[in-house]
């Protein structure tokens, strides 16, 4: 399935949000001729290593990415670790969940998308994320779940998923 192209703006705001690298130095990134994944895989690392995006994309002229983690010491294993921690930060960001309490759910392999929305329903119900992810299955879709076992309306969720909407995805129409 092929992806919606982002408007260059989009673009801009997306590698802001999601790895707080400020919007002039994504731009000029951009600017140079970069495309939008090169940028946005260069400020991934540049989080999850020292190194800055703009060396990170000085390297990509000569390597591939495999090669650029391995320069930057991101081992299988450095790299999984601190994507998590990166990840969990975030999701503190973008949501108000503790960063430790997602990090332990994301080293359960629970998702950003599973966290963000048993928050937002320990928010709202006073059920804790944790018992919320635990007890429902892949099987169950959120909103019939929720009224099943949270007496939550859909109507309601519906509402609050969209007060807290990720502030990286391209704006509604």
């Known amino acids: 399935m ?19 690298i400020p919007e002039d130095r994504v731009q000029a990134a951009l600017d ?59 999701l503190e960001r973008f949501y108000g969940i503790s960063a430790q309490r997602a990090l332990t759910l994301l080293e359960e392999g629970y998702s950003n998308h599973w966290i963000r929305l048993a928050y937002l329903l320990e928010q709202h119900t006073g059920v804790k994320t944790e018992d919320i992810v635990h007890s429902r299955k892949k099987s169950e879709k959120w909103k019939p779940w929720a009224e099943r076992v949270l007496h939550v309306s859909p109507e309601d969720f519906t509402a609050w998923i969209a007060e807290t909407r990720n502030p990286s995805l391209a704006k509604k129409q």
Do not use: N
């Open 2 to 20: 092929k992806r919606a192209s982002l408007s260059p703006e989009d673009q801009v705001r997306s590698i802001h949000f999601k790895y707080e």
């Open 32 to 90: 140079r001729g970069f495309r939008f994944g090169d940028v946005d895989q260069a400020a991934l690392l540049s989080c999850l290593s020292e190194a800055s995006m703009e060396d990170i994309l000085a390297m990509r002229k000569d390597d591939p990415w495999g090669v650029i983690k391995k320069k930057l010491g991101l081992t299988a294993a450095v790299y999984e670790k601190t994507y998590l921690l990166h990840r969990a930060e975030r």
